[in-house]
Structure formats: C-alpha cells, structure tokens
C-alpha cells in the first residue's frame, strides 16, 4: 500500500510512462482535451487541485529540466500568481509562448493531467529531464 506522496493510481501509471525528453501537460479545468492523449482528470470542484498543487507533487519525483506556459498568463493574472509559479518551477527553463503554441505541443505529450484550477492560462507543458 502507498503511504505517501501521490495516490491516485490512473495518476501513478501516467507518470511512470514519463521518459527522458518525454512532455507531461498539466492543465487547468477549461483547456481541451485532445483523442488519443491520455487524459487523467482529478479535478473535483473549481479550484481544487490547482496546477500548482498538482506540479508540486508531480515535482517530487520527477526531474523537469524545461516549461511551457502561454505569455498570456502574465497579462491575465496578478503579481501573486507569476510569483508563486515562479517559485514553483525554480531552477526549470520557463519558456513563454502563445496559447496556441502552447496547445500546439499536446499532440506530443504523453499525457495529460486535467485539474480543477480556475487561474486563466496556468496550463504548463512539462519536459521530464
């Protein structure tokens, strides 16, 4: 029996398939879902869990050396929000792009993670190291 850190098994078996230079998308509970990506949705009601929440556990045992986030994350949201993501992806390569761009990537991914956030563009794509 797992005693600690994620517990979801659809989650645990999603990341166990993440390989080096393989991309993980961590969504928020708007962003589209795409047929023949694996999605595991653990959104529960708006706001809970977070995209920060989720890339917080994801963070623990997995090594993320790059992240894609749309630049209009930056227009839509607070000085506190970019702080806190900035905090959470300390010591990773932010790279900024458009929205579009950013969905362009999630064909590729091996899978995504549907959460119950609520922030506008806080959607990430996320390249294991």
Known sequence: MIIGGILNPHLLALLARVRHT???VIADRGFPSWPGVETVDI???DGVPTVLQVLAAVRQNHRITAAFMAREFSREN?????A????ALFGVAVRRESHLALKRRVPQAIGIIRTG???PYANLVLISG
């Open 78 to 82: 607070g000085a506190a929000a970019q």
């Open 117 to 119: 956030d609520t922030t």
């Open 22 to 24: 393989n991309a993980l």
């Open 84 to 87: 806190a993501l900035r905090s």
């Open 43 to 45: 959104s529960l009601v």
